[in-house]
């Protein structure tokens, strides 16, 4: 094997497609995933990787010092990409310190664990820690966020997230640590947790229950389709330049509403449904505190530097991950029916 890669947090939506990219693609790297496996992560995400040679797996908690310098030590791992995290604004907002916890002090206990193994020698190292355009806070109907926005994180996920980078950058600057960072915007795909709003929707339109909008709808995302963020980070691992970071978008906006009416029509179509039948689901409810107006980021750096582009539009993106939950219906059952928390016990008591 050329490379050890600790991919933390790869049980999840995001890290579960950098885990198949860089299992698929580099055969001759070593791929370790560590997870928790919180309610969030889901080894099913990766069945179809989980027995490649170049692949294993770490239950591994971020929040223990201990575990990590064990595994760092044994495994003695190139680069680390970082990835884990409680990662849900609304989950925030109820319980701010389990956010504070992992992202925070677990981005620490992990930067301490590479800084530790690494011991100062640092050539072919890399720490890449993967962020969100969160930390940049809100924008008014124009413009974008740009890598030298200043940050004004407003929700407690927010505000840890942007504590994790700024420990990120604190370790490259006082210890010379290899690091890297990339900030993206919100994703959609396959594997997301229907918590989010995507999945959520593709869920509730399935099972004719109410579409939940917040406020007035008119909040605004870029969307981003979450194989374009792995290929992305791919993309920034291999050729991004040390201490640098790099904003990924989609180029994309779209507010609450317009997306979900496109979610709507495209479902009819879909389920035989007539037109217009999913839009009487929509139902506005009382606005989430502290609700960031408008998000858009600016990925052109990415793009000039290292020539990354998304290779969808977001109507494919959005039909391609429609097409999956429909077909994927059994994994939508066993994460909805939270059955997917024991495949864990079973997939690992047959060994
Ligand atoms: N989802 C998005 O739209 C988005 C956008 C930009 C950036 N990000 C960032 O990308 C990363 C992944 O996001 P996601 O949406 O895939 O999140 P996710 O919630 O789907 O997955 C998080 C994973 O981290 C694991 N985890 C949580 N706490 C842990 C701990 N203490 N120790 C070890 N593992 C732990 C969970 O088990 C899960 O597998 C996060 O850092 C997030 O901030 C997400």
Known sequence: MSKTIIITGGAGFIGSHVVRLFVSNYPDYRIINLDAL??????????????????????????????????????????????????????????????????????????????????????????????????????????????????????????SKAASDHFVRAYGDTYDLPIILSNCSNNYGPYHFPEKLIPLFINNIINRKPLPVYGDGLYTRDWLFVKDHARAIDVIFHRGKKSDTYNIGGFNEWTNIALVKLMCSLMDE???????????????????PGHDRRYAIDASKLNRELGWSPSVTFEEGLAQTIDWYLSNGDWLKQVTSGDYMNYYDQQYAKR
Do not use: C, M
């Open 270 to 288: 879909r389920l035989g449904r007539s037109e217009g039948e999913s839009e009487k689901l929509i139902t506005y409810v009382k606005d989430r």
């Open 38 to 159: 919180t309610y969030a992560g889901n080894l099913a995400n990766l069945r179809d990787v989980e027995s490649a040679p170049n692949y294993r797996f770490s239950k591994t908690n971020i929040l223990d010092a201990e575990a990590l310098a064990t595994l760092f030590n044994e495994t003695k791992p190139d680069a680390v990409i970082h990835l884990a995290a409680e990662s849900h604004v609304d989950r925030s907002i109820l319980s701010p310190l389990d956010f504070v916890y992992t992202n925070v002090v677990g981005t620490v206990n992990l930067l301490n664990a590479a800084k530790t193994q690494w011991a100062g020698n640092y050539e072919g190292k890399l720490f890449y820690h993967v962020s969100t355009d969160e930390v940049y806070g809100a924008l008014g109907e124009t413009g974008f966020f740009t890598e030298t926005t200043r940050y004004d994180p407003h929700s407690p996920y927010s505000a």
